[in-house]
């Protein structure tokens, strides 16, 4: 069967009538231009949009599928020019009876499923055209709702701190959804997180991860995505590969090294010190406070099964990949000049030799593109909302690019 690259979150700036669907996201984020970039520069070849129960994202679509620009597919989900599906989804929040706030992605094979979600979920927000929203349903009841639509549920980013099942809302995910938790086949591991991680809980085990980019702008999409065992790029086949069904199965992670991440270690909130003691830290190492935001890697520490992963026979491999954006001295000229020499940035991170590299942005970009690719950069760990970084080594002195 054929391999696909998909990223399964990317969220909407403005509709095409440029009305604000995700206020902190990039304004050129629309429907169409999600698809163009997925095609044409990043080589994916579906991609979830998660804000497509907004009512102005609904009439984009409807147009779309008017124009003859998108074409609803058999399996379900929309082919794009022939060069991307996508599939419509919906993210939204949620709140446990005793607190507990958490993201959910919902993904639907048809837009009419989407549209009676959308009307449902409508009575419950506060604004229906604004992505993430809170619904105030528990978890479980969320999931419920959803599978009326006839949905396909992942949990999202599922180990950050104060918007996520591990994070926030308990130990289990078994403990939040009851027996529904049998409905769910997989969840999104966020960017904080590995399978590594995610395989020292044991409750994981059966189910299959997701690296997504939850991509704000256009450029940070696929930052993570999966590779995909399916027989055509359509929602029916991928629900099958969520479940592992026939063959169908998510055959390769790629993410970022998760201590890039923004919640990766436990962050102060007194002083601003990320953690370095090792995990898991509750209080900080340099002022005492115990007003921290946990760090991803502490919390999974702190509520794991097993003292090292245990990786069923199921689980492909995850491949580290730093994106163009974190490699130092690559700015928006030289990004362009990459992906319009090499056809995607796929092509430059994990195919181009670092001669071709130097022959388009220069020696020095190249070696430090080929030594992220190696994982010879030294990183600097993120936490509290704040990315890892990609670091120079020069001559044994290591310093931040731009410093
Ligand atoms: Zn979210
Ligand atoms: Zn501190």
């Known amino acids: 069967m054929p391999l696909y690259a998909c990223d399964l979150h990317v969220h909407i700036g403005r509709s095409a009538s440029g009305r604000a669907v995700k206020i902190t996201a990039a304004r050129d984020l629309t429907f169409e231009n999600i698809a163009i970039e997925c095609a044409q520069r990043k080589g994916i070849e579906m991609v979830g949009v998660i804000d497509c129960a907004s009512p102005p994202v609904i009439s984009d679509i409807e147009a779309l599928i008017e124009s003859g620009d998108m074409v609803p597919q058999q399996g379900g989900g929309l082919r794009y020019k022939e060069a991307v599906t996508v599939i419509l989804g919906a993210e939204f929040e949620t709140r446990e009876p005793r607190g507990g706030l958490s993201h959910h992605l919902s993904y639907f094979a048809k837009l009419d499923d989407l549209k009676g979600f959308s009307e449902a979920i409508g009575k419950l927000v506060t604004n229906r055209e604004l992505s993430s929203q809170q619904c105030g349903l528990p978890a479980r009841q969320l999931l419920s709702l959803a599978l009326q639509h006839h949905a396909l549920f992942v949990p999202a980013h599922c180990f950050t701190p104060h918007r996520s099942i591990y994070g926030a809302c308990g130990r289990r995910a078994s403990d939040v959804f009851g027996d529904a938790w049998e409905q769910i086949p997989a969840i999104e591991l966020g960017l904080s997180a590995d399978s590594y991680l995610a395989d020292r809980i044991a409750e994981l085990d059966d189910r299959t991860f997701l690296s997504n980019s939850d991509a704000h702008s256009l450029p940070r999409i696929a930052r993570e995505y999966n590779i995909l065992d399916l027989q055509a790029p359509t929602f029916e086949e991928l629900t099958m590969a969520l479940w592992r069904q026939q063959g169908r199965r998510v055959v390769a992670n790629f993410g970022l090294d998760p201590r890039l991440g923004k919640y990766h270690r436990t962050f102060c909130e007194e002083c601003e010190f ?97 030594q992220a690719r190696e994982g010879k950069l030294p990183l600097q760990v993120g936490g509290g909302g704040r990315y890892g970084k990609a670091l120079i080594e020069d001559n044994g002195q290591v310093s931040l690019p731009g410093l």
């Open 274 to 370: 990320i953690a370095a003691a090792p995990p898991p830290v509750f209080a900080c190492e340099r002022c005492d406070s115990r007003k921290v935001t946990l760090g991803v890697l502490d919390r999974i520490v702190q509520i794991a099964d097993y003292d090292e992963p245990q990786i069923p026979d199921h689980r492909g491999p995850y491949q580290y990949q730093i994106p163009l954006q974190f490699v130092p001295g690559v700015g928006a000229v030289a990004l362009n000049k990459l992906i319009n020499a090499f056809g995607s940035e796929m092509a430059v991170l994990h195919n181009a030799t670092q001669r071709e590299l130097g022959q388009t942005v220069g020696t020095k970009i190249a070696r430090l593109i080929v």
